[in-house]
Antibody, heavy 124, light 106 residues
């Protein structure tokens, strides 16, 4: 079946960067967008952005435009997200999730496969 | 920017019907999706394309949309349905999530 497996938990100091990876299996990696979503402790889901694994094109939520970089390596079916200039507000569980194919501009498909989540703790 | 609004909490008696609603302008132009999240777990897609259930989701879950309001209905709520439910949609710049509704099954 379809799986997304994320990298392990990480602890960072304020001002540092963190990179979270997400390896896909069971489906054609380049056929579906990968979205990144985070959830701060006790809070709701926050959409961060998506990457088209086929073209490498990305789209970020405005608040993350300057601090987040999304990349992919099609040879190992892995998407990654780097967040820079971390603060305590970035302490959260970060999820990757499979979105729809590129032609799904209306959002019909939803996020149907999720990674297990990666806990990132920012603390001095 | 766009936003999606949900009631923070809803309760339902075991075996009864409950509807969770989501309002936002983006729903006029984009499909609604719904996610269930239990404590310590990743979200699970329960409804996509306004009213479509992925395989493996019980048929007691259904969805609808009218103008700027999407609804998730559970007909015959079970104890295992107690969870947080999030609506979501695209908007002109990306994706949105509602604030979530905590469902308690009494």
């Amino acid at each position: 079946q379809f799986h997304l497996v994320q990298s392990g938990a990480d602890v960072k100091k304020p001002g540092a960067s963190v990179k979270v990876s997400c390896q896909a299996s069971g489906y054609t990696f380049t056929g579906y967008y990968i979205h990144w979503v985070r959830q701060a402790p006790g809070q709701g889901l926050e959409w961060m952005g998506w990457i088209d694994p086929n073209s490498g094109a990305t789209n970020h939520a405005q608040k993350f435009q300057d601090r987040v970089t999304m990349t992919r390596d099609t040879s190992i079916a892995t998407a990654s997200m780097e967040v820079r200039s971390l603060s305590s507000d970035d302490t959260a569980v970060y999820y990757c999730a499979r979105g729809g194919p590129p032609f799904d501009s209306s959002g019909y498909h939803g996020l149907d496969v999720w990674g297990q989540g990666t806990t990132v703790t920012v603390s001095s | 920017s766009s936003e999606l609004t949900q009631d923070p909490a809803v309760s339902v008696a075991l075996g009864q019907r409950v509807t969770i609603t989501c309002q936002g302008d983006s729903l006029k132009n984009y499909y609604a999706t719904w996610y269930q999240q239990k404590p310590g777990q990743a979200p699970v897609l329960v409804i996509h394309g306004n009213n479509n259930r992925p395989s493996g989701i019980p048929d007691r879950f259904s969805g609808s949309r009218s103008r700027n309001t999407a609804s998730l209905t559970i007909t015959g709520a079970q104890a295992e349905d107690e969870a947080d439910y999030y609506c979501s949609s695209r908007d002109n710049s990306g994706n949105l999530f509602g604030g979530g509704t905590k469902l308690t099954v009494l």
